[in-house]
């Protein structure tokens, strides 16, 4: 199939150096809440790039939980493939696509599991089901049916009955420590605003590129 013929014109205002935040997390805070203010379907949906020992790229769609100068954080199950790849090679790059706004966010950086006290914390705010699932799923392995993936949650909710679900020992949070983010404005005729943060002993520079 031929899609050559897909396209369409990034009509914005632009980005200028003026308008950019020195701090690249206050710019992506800004940047987030316009995103949220827009009606952007799921504005914390990232795309994670791992790769692993075999330099085999991975990618796949997860959530934003939290941010701050600390870094981005998201969880995951620790025996997930995702996991397994970041255990080898400790490093990910995280794409939010804002395309409603002709924004994108491009985030890379080394990783580290962030405490326990904060997984746990994370944990008891979400929905008992999702707590419960976080117990059922051996993430990334495979199963041979949906039905054995029902009766395991029914064994699991019956183990818990209505007593507290507490943090499974094997999931956990991930926070991604950005030393490069880039901030994406598509303007017409494909040449869009791209501005690079790069981390430095003293903060960060920030540069202009080329679309």
């Known amino acids: 199939m031929d899609i050559g013929d897909m396209r369409r014109d990034f009509e914005s205002e632009g980005l200028d150096r003026e308008q950019l935040d020195n701090d690249p997390v206050q710019q992506f805070e800004k940047w987030f809440e316009d995103a949220r203010e ?3 379907l799921e504005p914390n949906a990232m795309s994670l790039a791992t790769a692993g020992s075999d330099l085999q790229p991975d ?5 934003l939980k939290y941010f701050d100068h600390q870094g981005f954080v998201f969880y995951t199950n620790y025996g997930s493939r995702k996991a397994k790849e970041l255990e080898e090679n400790p490093r990910a790059a995280l794409l939010f696509p804002w395309l409603g706004l002709n924004r994108q966010v491009i985030i890379q950086g080394t990783v ?14 979400r929905p008992r089901g999702s707590q419960l699932g976080a117990w059922v799923s051996e ?12 009766q395991k949650v029914a064994e699991i909710k019956r183990k818990f009955g209505d007593g507290e679900v507490p943090l499974p020992s094997f999931w956990g949070g991930y926070r991604v ?7 994406w404005q598509g303007r017409p005729s494909r040449l869009h605003d791209r501005f690079e943060y790069l981390r430095s002993h003293d903060g960060w520079n920030i540069q202009r590129l080329q679309p």
Request: avoid cysteine; hydrophobic fraction near 40%.
């Open 177 to 183: 420590i950005p030393e490069r983010i880039e901030f």
């Open 112 to 125: 580290a599991q962030v405490s326990k006290t904060e997984s746990m914390r994370y944990f008891a705010s």
């Open 59 to 63: 990618l796949r769609t997860v959530l």
């Open 38 to 40: 827009a009606g952007i």
């Open 139 to 150: 993430q990334s392995k495979a199963i041979s049916s949906r039905g054995l993936l029902e």
